[in-house]
C-alpha cells in the first residue's frame, strides 16, 4: 500500500493526463479555437459550384493556409453557393481581384478554396467580395465532356 | 431464577422463531430470553445455526416466523435507518473474524469511531490503543489482517467489536483457534467486560469448561430446538441425557454427530449413483 | 423437448431477476455517491487503483494501437496517392471507436476484474455481512466510491488512449514514413468535429465507463461467496462487459454517427 500522500499525487497526475489529453484532442486534433479564435476577417464568395467544400476547410494562397472556411449556404435566387471565409488578420494585403477557386488536393484529399491574388491595389477586407471565382472540377462532369469533346473530335 | 423474571429483565427476546433455509428447517418454534448486564450461552453442536441465530437477532435474515425485540424494538419491523442506529449499540464477534482486509490492525479497530464519531484523530487514537491492549495486540497495530495468525485476528476483531461501547456484544467462537493463555485471558477479558461496563453479553461457544466458568445462562441448542437451559449448575446437572451427551463431549448419545444420511453399508455398496 | 423449453424459461427467469436485482443494486449505488461528497478520500483511494492502475496499460496500448493504424494506414493510403489524408484516418478511428472501445475492453480486463475480485472476495470473507453489523452500510461506503471511481476514470482514460495514438500515428507517419508533419496535423484539424467526433467519443467511453463499472461491481457483490464463485463472477465480468462494450458500440454508433 502506497503513502496516501504519493497515492495523491499520483492520482493528481492521472487526472490531469486526462484532462490534458482531453484538451490535446479538443485544440490540437480538431482545432476547436472558439476560444482561441485567431483575429481575422470574413469575405465572401459566390461560385456555382462548390462541390466538397465543407466548414473548417483551409483556404490558402500559394499552398499556404492564410485562413479557413466559416459558412457555406445556398442562395435560392442565383442558385449559388454562397462560401463566407475567414482571413487570418496577418495576411491584411491581398488585392481584391484575387480570383478564388476550389481544389482538390491530390485525387482523393479534401477540397480547398485557394486565392489566386490579382494586380489591384485595394485589398481585401472585412465583408469584401470575391468576384472572381472558378468552381469545383466534379470528376464526374469532367469525365463526361472529355468523352464527349474526343467523340466529337472523331467525327 | 424464575423465567418470569428472566424474561422481564431481558435486553434480547427471541418468540417463537422459526427459520429455515430450503427444505433445511433451522430453527423450530424457539424461545430465548438474554438478560440485561448478563452473560447468556448458547451451545450446540457445530451446524445447529448458532451463527444464524445471532445474524436473526443483528437482522441480517429474516425469520419465517416469531419475533425478536433488542431493546424493546422488534428487530424485522424496523426501519433500515433504524435498524442501523440499533447496529450501532450492538458489537459482533464474527466466526471469521471479518477484518477488512485492506486496512491495518490499527485502521481496522478505528473504522466503526471513524464512521460514526467526529472524534479528533488524536481521542480515536488512544481509544484505539485501548482497546487494542485489552486484548493484548497493541504491539501488533500496524499488521496487515494477512500478516495475523486466526486467533490474532479473532482478538482484533474482538477490539473493533468493542470499540463503539455498545449495549450488548454477541460472539461467535470467540475461543476457537486461541492458545491457553490467550483463552485464559479473553475468557477474563469477556468477564470484565461484563461486570465492568454492565455489557449485555451473548457468547456461542463448544468450549464447555471456559463458557461454563463465566455464563450466567446458558441455552443448549439442538436439531432446531433448545434441548436444555439453566445455569452451568443446572445444566451440569441436567436429567437431560443429550445435554450430558454434549456437556460430556461423548460421541454416542441421543445427539447425533453425523449429518443425517442413509446406512453406512447402504451407501457404500450402493452401486451406480454418483452421490 | 418440453425439459429444453423447461431450462430456456428457468434461464430466462434467471437472467430477469439478476437484472431486476442488478438494477436495485444499481439505484442504491446512484443514492449512495451524494454521501462521498463529504469524504474525497474515499474516491481518492478508488480513482487510484481504478484509474492510476490502469494508466500504463492504456497508454502503452493507446501507443502501439497508433503506431499500426499509421503503417496500415499509410500502406492503404499511398496507393491512392492520399498519405496527406493519413491524419485523418489515425484520429477518426481512434476517436471515435478505436479509443473508447478497446481502452474500455482493456478497463474491463484490468480494473473491472480486480473489482469484481475485490468485492467477491469481501462477500466470502464476511467483510461486506461485517460491515452491514457495524451499521455501515457497505454500498455506500465500497460500493459508490469504487463506482464514481470508474465512471469518471474511463473517458480520462479513453481521451489518454486516443491522444497518445494519435502522436504514435504521428511518430510512424510522419517520422518514420515522411508523411508531411503539416498535413498531418490540418488534415485532421479540418475534418474531425469536435462535436460529431470528440464530444460523441466521450459520450461513449462514459456510456461504457458506466456500464463496465456497474457489471463488474454487481458480479462482485452477487456472487457466490467461495473461491469457485469469485473466480466464475470475474470471468463473467470480461466476458459480459466485453459483450455490452461491442453491443453498445454498434448502437451508440448507430445513433451518433448514423445520419451523417
Ligand atoms: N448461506 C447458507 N445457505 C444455505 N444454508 C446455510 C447457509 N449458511 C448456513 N447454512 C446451513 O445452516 C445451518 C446452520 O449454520 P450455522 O452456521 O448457523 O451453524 P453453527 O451452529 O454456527 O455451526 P458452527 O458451530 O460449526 O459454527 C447449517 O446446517 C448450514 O448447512
Ligand atoms: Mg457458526
Redesign the pocket.
Known sequence: MLHSSTQDTLVGLFVAAGIAGLFFLALQVCNLNYFTEQKGYTVTARFENSGGLKVKSPVSAAGVKIGQISDISFDPKTFESVVKMRIYSQYNSIPDDATASVFTAGLLGEQYVSLEPGGSSDYLKEGSNIEITQSAIILEKAIGQFLFKSAEEKK | MSAESRSQNSLVSVRSLSFS??D?N?FNDVSMDFERGKITAIM?P????????LKLIGGQLQPSQGSITVDGNDVHRLRRTELFNLRKRIGMLF?SGALLTDMNVYDNVAFPLREHTKLPESMIRSLVLMKLQAVGLRGARRLMPNELSGGMARRVALARAIALDPMMIMYD?PFTGQDPISKGVLVHLIKSLNVTLGLTTII?S?DVSETAAIADYIYVVSGGEVIGEGTPEEIKHSGSEWVQQFMEGSADGPVHFHYPAREMQDDLFSSGKRY | MLELIQTLGKSTRAGFTKLGRGTYFLLQTLTGILEIVPRPRLLLNQMYSVGVLSCLIISISGLFVGMVLGLQGFYILSDFGAEETLGVMVAASLVRELGPVVSALLFAGRAGSALTAEIGLMKATEQLSGMEMMAVDPIKRIISPRFLAGVISMPLLAALFSAIGILGGQIVGCGLLGVDDGSYWSQMQSKIDFFDDIINGVIKSFVFGFVTTWIALFEGYDTIPTSEGVSRATTRTVVNSAFSILGLDFILTALMFGDD
Open positions: 433455509r430450503g433445511n433451522i450446540g457445530s451446524g445447529t445455526g448458532k451463527t444464524t441465530l466466526q467462537e456461542v463448544h
